[in-house]
């Protein structure tokens, strides 16, 4: 591994994370604790079936890991893990047809939509005392519960916004990484000078362009302003304001020429693409999901470039204030059970021997993601998030903005950011923008 | 060679032994191995056969759809009719696609299976046709088929083989470009394609294209291209990825990898020929390759065998050593011993010798003084005697020691064994004045079939040590009886002799039997002995299986017993007996009474008893017809002769009254005889002795003459004597002539020869054989003498006079033809016995 420290400061990242993450909550974490013990088999251990996961993950090793430590109580279960194509638009079908899954992916936006509906209708309640699965170890906000109470989607990997870092050019410039806007800007400054066209890069495809660096810090402006959530969850006639001034950083940062549009619209994928391009190795900072971090690690190998010349690098906030950045933890992936599964029992049972701290926090470690659980341990490259304060964490799922406001943030973040539109546009425009 | 290098040689040679072991296994393991990953890529290419099969077979099905559309340029419509028709197969589907901006859209054979009306289709979103229908529709490849995708129709995981068509636009009647996909679901596929598990159970097979992305993913096959599988699990870098590229994409073969659970796997690969861009790669546990390549149980066993020889090597290495210094000590001590009898012997050989010597001097000194002369040779003669026991010893236990002391059976009387150990005794008990009780048991079988002269000197050597050290005035018992033998036709001889002697020490009991031990006692020293006569007594007793037994206490006496099992002799027992006759017994020893009156029995004589002479008396007086009284000489309360003068006086002289003595009678016989004694029986009273005296008593047979008091039944024989030794000869034929017998000498067995073919009928009675002479020797002329034509010559009796004494050397004697055998130095009683025997044989 050639780019983080690790050791100690993740010990760090993980406590601090554990105590600002679950709202200082120390008894969901003890309750947690007390609820998991080794998992002891409830079927017949000789059970013969055949359980697939389907979702969008081009592959999930992380998964398959569990897998295998799965069939080792159960030796004539078989798993699988099947990629869907065009899963959001299919998911619906896949759950009605002959070959249903038995575990299928979920996303905190489907709740609300009724195309989804049958995702949710389908979906076995996990909470169901029944089933044995501790969902105490999950973090309380992380939890969907429907309008009965029912928990049908269980988080299993949590996520973040921030810039990828490569700290090799940083050294080699003699820059610090940036703690502050204005660092920021002066780092990116120093950059240019220094030749590199563009020091921050994105992927610009969708609604993504710039998003690490506005919307933590227009979640954070919101929260806690239930007036100006409510407006925007109406679609207010000026609810536009409410965003006024995370456009304007985004238009101040791209007014600066940091980023190379062209160069950024290159970029095929938010995934393979960005992280490809970055292993290049001349791009300083690369604003990135924690998704897209997660696929870092296995493609050094894959990059010639990286290979050739590998590099050290981290994930970072985007330094949107004068105080520094934010960490937004939003849900990245939910694992739901189709209750009509032919193995419903031991489908239930993989679910309760997945849902425990031991299991979710070495699959978020295998695919280095955020885990959902109240007892984390991160990977070392989220370690400069553990350095933040406690009052710039920000819980998405506690935000309480509809998906259409939330949507409408991107779309103007987006056209401001592609010089689209002016911010005074954008602002006019939020809530009819496409 | 040295303990450890004898230990390090065995653990080196079964080190190298297994070693060599293991690598055979190991090689034939491998060669298994190889064979087995031949076969499993011959498999895989097999299968690429089985899926080119199908493939085509699929293909051409897509293609006469094709075909049969495209000739009768139908409309979109018109062809999905046409081909929901012609789908037979359940799952099977088939979709019309138009390229037209990019929307690959068109019709379904089936509806959407979230919509029942929907035959609508978009293959917008499925990442198959990214860069148009070119990619299907090359030109190498003879089958057109896609990656395994989500089906938009019903979200199944399927396939599509593909053709180009043409239909016509319904509404403007022009040709339009489409896709026809026949669409299998990839489970079906599956089903119909599976890797043979017959030979390869846990085998999985897939189906990549050339990027590594799965067409048809096996379950063991992780991640969703076949590269990233392999970087997952194992060592990764890009050489490494091109190098298994470049191996995938080229001739068929195969190479490990570790697996999602980190078993190691051979993957077997083979380009599909039939497409242009697919590859079949399988995927096997090693270990289900290795099976049965080893037989385990077969190391295990050789390992455990060579384990077992070793340590068996080792424990008789260490018994061997163990036995060697056992040996080598045994070796000191006999060395020790060898030296001791040497030095026992030069002494007590030199002791007899030197009286022998000093005597013969003083005699030699003293020839007109008789009485010094007489004495010197008396004297000379005890010592002569203890010089001839103790050479007889020596030779004796020589052979014990060297294992050749072998039985000569014959067979014996016990009777007369017993009466000779009497007779034997009598000097000694006399000369040392010994209460002697000699009881001799009745005996249903008198003849008996061993080593007489063993049995002889087993019962001569305990009684005589009995003798030798009991004080004068002491007691010594022997008795003898029979029982039955445990085993059939034996009998179990008894023999006890019990003294008053001066005992031994428990210390001493340890060891009695050692040779050269005598007790170290003042008294014991002043008897002679050789300390060898209770060694060879063991040993005789161990050769017979017999045991001894011996009870002793020191100042209070001895007692041994002796228990040997003989086989009985096959002749026929002395069945003489007397008519009915009714005798009295008096004795005042119980067990004398008891056992004389079953001897008496067994010759037909039903005898009253009587324990004292006043009982005696009383019985006769009551008339009871008694034809013979036997009498006991001496009685505590009356003596036999009083009994036998008041007896006399009421029985009448008709009735013969017979005394009875242990002891010698001449002084009395004068005043039994006056008494009205007619005659003295001694004892034991033996079955033969009784019955000739109480036959004499009656008349039955007449009373011989004493022949020990006269030679005249021998005298006038003529013997003829073959001995090489001029002093041999000198002793031997002075010693005849006192008796009356002629000799006449030839000097070696030759001349004997001669002598025997030169003479006359009647010319010798005898011959006195020496065995060993110059130019041939006594065998040779015993032999040559029995094969002479004469039949006088070749009868005549011939006896053995050598110094060969041993057992064997009799038995050569007898085998040679001889008739009897007398060691040297001769006894002139037992020549004279010998003589007569033959005397007595000539008559009969």
């Known amino acids: ?434 | 060679m040295k303990k450890g290098m004898m230990i390090i040689g065995n653990i080196v040679i079964f080190i190298a032994i297994l070693a060599f072991v293991l690598l055979d296994v190991e090689s034939e393991r491998q060669r298994m191995l190889a064979s087995k990953t031949e076969a499993f890529e011959n498999m895989t290419v097999a299968m690429e056969s089985v899926t080119t099969n199908y493939l085509l077979g699929e293909q051409q099905v897509c293609n006469s759809w094709a075909n049969y559309i495209n000739a009768n340029q139908m409309t979109e419509e018109e062809a999905i009719a046409y081909v929901r028709d012609s789908v037979s197969t359940p799952g099977v589907m088939a979709h019309v696609l138009f390229l037209e901006n990019g929307e690959f859209s068109g019709l379904s054979t089936m509806a959407s299976a979230a919509n029942p009306d929907n035959y609508a289709v978009s293959y917008k979103n499925v990442a198959i046709f990214n860069n148009g229908f070119d990619d299907l529709f090359s030109e190498n490849g003879t089958v057109n088929v896609t990656r395994a995708y989500t089906n938009p129709v019903n979200a199944i995981q399927s396939i599509a083989f593909c053709c180009l068509i043409h239909v016509r636009d319904s509404q403007s009647g022009q040709m339009r470009e489409a896709a026809l996909l026949r669409i299998i679901p990839v489970s079906a596929f599956e089903k119909r394609w599976a890797f043979p598990t017959k030979d390869y159970q846990n085998a999985e097979i897939s189906l990549i294209d050339v990027t590594g992305d799965y067409v048809i993913k096996g379950h063991s096959f992780k991640n969703s291209n076949f590269y990233e599988f392999y970087q997952s699990y194992n060592d990764y870098n890009q050489t490494v990825r091109d190098e298994l590229e470049a191996q995938i994409l080229g001739a068929p073969g195969s190479f490990e990898i570790r697996n999602s659970s980190g078993v190691r796997c051979l993957v077997g690969h083979t380009r599909v020929n039939s497409t242009d861009d697919w590859i079949i790669v399988t995927m096997i546990p090693m270990t289900e390759l290795k099976q049965s390549a080893t037989n385990w149980t077969l190391v295990g066993i050789i390992s455990a065998g060579l384990l077992l020889l070793l340590l068996f090597n080792l424990a008789n290495l260490v018994y061997l050593n163990r036995q060697l210094l056992a040996t080598a000590k045994e070796a000191d001590r006999a060395n020790q011993a060898k030296t001791d009898f040497l030095s026992t012997m030069s002494h007590d050989i030199r002791t007899p010798m030197n009286a022998i010597v000093g005597l013969t001097t003083i005699a030699s000194k003293s020839m007109d003084d008789k009485t010094v002369v007489r004495d010197s040779l008396h004297k000379i003669n005890l010592a002569s005697n203890h010089l001839l026991t103790l050479i007889n010893d020596i030779l004796d236990i020589s052979k014990v020691e060297s294992g050749k002391l072998t039985l000569s059976p014959v067979t014996f009387s016990i009777v007369e064994c017993a009466e000779n150990l009497f007779n034997i005794s009598q000097p000694m008990v006399k000369e040392k004045n010994i209460d002697f009780n000699f009881r001799v048991k009745h005996f249903d079988h008198e003849y008996l079939y061993s080593d007489q002269l063993r049995v002889n000197q087993i019962f001569i050597n305990l009684l005589s040590n009995a003798i030798k050290y009991t004080e004068p005035g002491g007691k010594v018992s022997v008795d003898i009886w029979e029982e039955p033998g445990e085993k059939e036709k034996t009998v179990r001889l008894n023999y006890v002799v019990a003294d008053t002697g001066i005992g031994m020490t428990k210390e001493y009991m340890e060891r009695m039997y050692q040779p050269f031990s005598r007790q170290t006692d003042s008294r014991v020293n002043l008897v002679q002995g050789t300390g060898l006569g209770l060694t060879i007594t063991k040993k005789m007793i161990d050769l017979m299986h017999g045991t001894i037994d011996c009870q002793s206490e020191v100042g209070k006496g001895t007692t041994f017993s002796v228990v040997l099992d003989v086989p009985l002799a096959d002749v026929k027992e002395d069945a003489r007996k007397l008519p009915n006759v009714k005798a009295l017994l008096v004795d005042d020893d119980e067990i004398l009474l008891e056992t004389a009156k079953d001897t008496l029995a067994s010759i037909g004589v039903q005898a009253d008893v009587a324990s004292s002479g006043a009982q005696a008396l009383e019985k006769v007086a009551g008339n009871a017809g008694y034809q013979v009284v036997l009498l006991d000489l001496q009685m505590p309360d009356m003596n036999g002769i009083d009994v036998a003068r008041e007896l006399r006086a009421k029985i009448g002289e008709e009735v013969p009254i017979l005394m009875i003595s242990a002891y010698d009678w001449s002084e009395l016989e004068e005043a039994a005889k006056e008494a009205g004694v007619n005659g003295f029986i001694s004892k034991p009273l033996f079955r033969s002795t009784l019955y000739k005296k109480i036959s004499e008593a009656l008349g039955n047979e007449s009373d011989g003459t004493d022949r020990e008091d006269t030679y005249a039944d021998i005298a006038g024989m003529r013997i003829l004597v073959a001995e090489d030794n001029d002093v041999n000869w000198e002793i031997i034929s002075m010693l005849l002539q006192m008796y009356g017998v002629d000799s006449e000498r030839a000097e070696n067995g030759q001349l004997a020869v001669e002598r025997m073919k030169q003479a006359k009928k009647g010319d010798y009675q005898l011959i006195f054989m020496d065995i060993q002479m110059p130019v041939m020797n006594g065998l040779e002329a015993a032999k040559a003498i029995r094969a002479l034509d004469d039949p006088w010559a070749s009868g005549i009796p011939i006896i053995a006079m050598t110094a060969d004494a041993f057992s064997e050397n009799v038995a050569e004697c007898f085998a040679a033809g001889m008739n009897g055998h007398i060691a040297k130095p001769i006894d002139v009683k037992l020549v004279l016995k010998e003589i007569r025997k033959i005397k007595g044989e000539m008559k009969a």
């Open chain 1, 1 to 434: 591994m050639k780019m983080l420290k690790r050791g100690w400061k993740a010990l760090l990242l993980g406590l601090s994370l554990t105590v600002l993450l679950t709202g200082c909550d120390g008894k969901g974490g003890k309750a947690s604790k007390d609820a998991e013990g080794p998992f002891v088999p409830r079927l017949d251990t000789q059970t013969e079936c055949e359980i697939t996961v389907a979702g969008h993950y081009n592959n999930f090793e992380a998964l398959e890991a569990e897998f295998n430590l799965f069939t080792e109580y159960y030796p004539n279960v078989k798993m699988k893990y099947v990629f869907l194509d065009n899963y959001n638009g299919i998911i619906v079908t896949a759950l009605t047809s002959d070959e249903a899954p038995d575990v299928f992916f979920t996303y905190p936006w489907m709740a609300n939509q009724k195309e989804y509906a049958t995702v949710f209708d389908v979906a076995e309640d996990l909470s169901d005392p029944a089933l044995g699965i501790n969902l105490s170890c999950i973090r309380d906000n992380l939890l969907y519960k429907d309008d009965a109470g029912h928990v049908p989607t269980v988080p299993v990997y949590t996520t973040t916004y921030g810039m990828m870092v490569n700290e090799s050019i940083f050294e080699k410039e003699g820059l610090a990484i940036p703690k502050t806007y204005d660092e920021l800007t002066s780092v990116c400054d120093a950059l240019k000078k220094a030749g590199y066209s563009s020091p921050v890069m994105a992927y610009n495809r969708g609604s993504f362009m710039l998003f690490p660096l506005y919307y933590p810090y227009f979640c954070a402006q919101i929260q806690g302003n239930e007036k100006a959530i409510q407006e925007m969850n109406d679609m207010k006639a000026g609810a536009g304001e409410y965003v006024r001034d995370t456009l304007e950083k985004a238009a101040d940062f791209m007014g600066r020429g940091y980023v190379d549009l062209e160069s950024c619209n290159a970029l095929e994928n938010d995934y393979q693409a960005v992280i490809m391009r970055f292993f290049e190795g001349d791009v300083p900072m690369m604003f990135a999901s924690g998704n897209t971090v997660s696929g870092t690690e296995k493609r050094e190998s894959q990059s010639e470039k990286f290979s050739a010349n590998p590099f050290k690098y981290s994930f970072h906030p985007v330094p949107s204030t004068e105080k520094g950045g934010y960490f937004l933890n939003a849900i990245s992936l939910s694992f739901a059970v189709n209750k009509n599964s032919a193995n419903l029992d031991v489908t239930n049972e993989f679910m309760r021997f997945l849902i425990t701290t031991q299991e979710l926090n070495r699959m978020a470690q295998a695919k280095r993601m955020v885990t959902p659980c109240r007892d984390m341990s991160l990977d070392g490259v989220y370690a400069a998030f553990g350095e933040l304060d406690a009052k710039r964490i920000v819980n998405l799922s506690e935000l309480g903005l509809a998906d259409e406001p939330d949507s409408q943030v991107r779309r103007a973040g987006w056209q401001v950011s592609n010089f689209n539109m002016t911010v005074d546009e954008a602002v006019k425009a939020f809530g009819s923008l496409e």
